[in-house]
């Protein structure tokens, strides 16, 4: 059993669940290549979709356009983690997974609580299949450290984030566990396997095994997601949990317009589904706060989150509302190092790409549209990336009936238990 220092960390045992989590702040040090862009920060919502319109373009590549340079970013940033291990003694997998969540979530995309922690993927990977997992917020969201979101917080630097609490989780120096793991496989989201496939290219041996959920590397599509979001400040878009307005100004909003329409307890919720103001009222029950500066932006409604993550007919609609509440952002500098990874790969590890049918910004809404009679989707391709992984090793895994955020769906448990079997099957 793995040795827990409980003396600055919080022990939270879910009640829904047998695992038992503890909440861990990291500190890295931490220098990568980072992009200086001659940009303007928007600071108004106009300014968001200027921005995204000289982004979206076609036939220019606005990255090369706005960069002048590069330069090293150093310094020593808190990352926000949460260790999870299987409640019953004797823990006997030598194995770690370190999950990285994508764009527009924080860590709690691995394990969501909505509707008792069913669609909770650290569930299944600590309680059905006995692994131990580290999730976290990425450098600059959520609990981790913020940073200026145009020339710091961007893929590199994050990657570098991700690289210092893999080897600290091999060499025994992560905070509060005090384990050396034998074993440690990398899964990711979105942008976080596109962090997950250039931390394993940069760093070959780093990781014994990758999962890449909601990825391909066909990037023809990415466009689609960033219109698709009408992204708009975040700190204008919950104010109340982005923003600096005062819970009182809220709370006065609230009382009035419930007056106004007749609306009984809870009127958040009634007139944040009716009348469109979930996002507005985020927040406002909670108290609980983050602020973020102008350059975070976030996408605007449940509407747009719908369109980017979830397949029509296969989601529970009060799973929406959950996710659009608990929502993050990102930066503009993130979006600008989207396209950053090599085409071809260094690692030699096993490889899976799970991605699901009706993906937006990888498949275009429709991953088995190849084209090409030869090839079964448009994620299996990602095997000529990976030009040192014997075939045996590589699998792309299409989950039916699932959109961008797999997690999201009635089915999601299936693809969970996809990843952990193929984990298993290569002795991981």
């Known amino acids: 059993m793995y040795a827990l220092s409980f003396a600055s960390v919080a022990l939270l045992a879910s009640s829904a669940a047998a695992k038992i989590c503890t909440n861990i702040t990291v500190p890295v040090d931490i220098s990568a290549r980072t992009g200086v862009f001659d940009i303007t920060v928007p600071k108004t919502n106009l300014e968001a979709t200027t921005f995204i319109q ?22 020593t940033y808190n990352i926000s983690t949460q260790f999870c291990v299987p409640s019953e003694n004797g823990v006997k997998n030598p194995t770690v997974q370190v999950l990285t969540h994508g764009i527009g979530f924080d860590r709690t995309y691995w394990d ?12 299944v990977a ?6 131990n997992t580290i999730s976290y917020d990425r450098l600059g969201i ?31 120096t992560f905070p509060g566990i005090n384990h050396a793991f034998q074993k440690v496989t990398h899964v990711g989201h979105s942008f976080g396997s596109a962090q997950t496939y250039a931390l394993v290219n940069m760093y070959p041996a780093i990781s014994d095994g990758i999962v890449l959920t909601g990825f391909s590397m066909n990037a023809s599509f990415v466009a689609y997601f960033a219109a698709g979001a009408d992204f708009v400040l975040a700190s204008r878009n919950q104010p109340f949990r982005f923003g ?20 009984s307890t809870p009127a958040e919720e009634q007139l944040s589904e009716a009348y469109g103001l979930t996002d507005y009222f985020a927040g406002l029950e909670t108290r609980q706060r983050v602020e973020y500066c102008d350059g975070y932006l976030a996408n605007k409604d449940v509407d747009t989150t ?6 029509p007919g296969h989601f529970d609609p009060g799973i929406l509302y959950a996710g659009e509440r608990t929502k993050q952002p990102v930066t503009v500098g993130e979006l600008l190092t989207l396209g950053s990874a090599p085409m071809v790969n260094a690692f030699k590890g096993p490889v899976l790409v799970l991605t699901g049918s009706n993906d937006l910004p990888y498949c275009g809404g429709d991953c088995l549209a190849t084209g090409d009679p030869t090839l079964p989707s448009i994620p299996a ?39 952990q079997e193929f984990l298993r099957g290569k002795g991981l």
């Open 381 to 419: 391709a990602v095997r000529k990336n990976f030009p040192n992984v014997p075939a045996a090793d590589f699998e792309a895994y299409i989950q039916p009936q699932t959109g961008h955020g797999l997690n999201f769906h009635y089915n999601a448990t299936g693809a969970y238990r996809v990843a």
């Open 54 to 75: 000289n982004f979206t373009q076609q036939g220019r590549n606005f990255t090369n356009l706005a960069l002048t340079g590069y330069k090293t970013t150093a310094g």
């Open 244 to 263: 600096t307005v005062p819970y009182a100004t809220g709370d006065a909003i609230l009382a009035s317009l419930a007056s106004i329409f007749k609306v």
């Open 306 to 311: 719908q369109y980017l993550f979830l397949l």
């Open 126 to 131: 600590v309680d059905t299949y006995k692994y």
């Open 142 to 172: 959520g609990q981790s450290s913020h940073g200026e979101p145009l020339n710091e917080i961007q893929a590199f630097l994050e990657i570098a984030a991700l690289a210092s609490l893999t080897t600290k989780l091999r060499q025994g």
């Open 112 to 123: 969501i609580p909505y509707n008792g922690f069913n669609y909770s993927y650290i569930d």
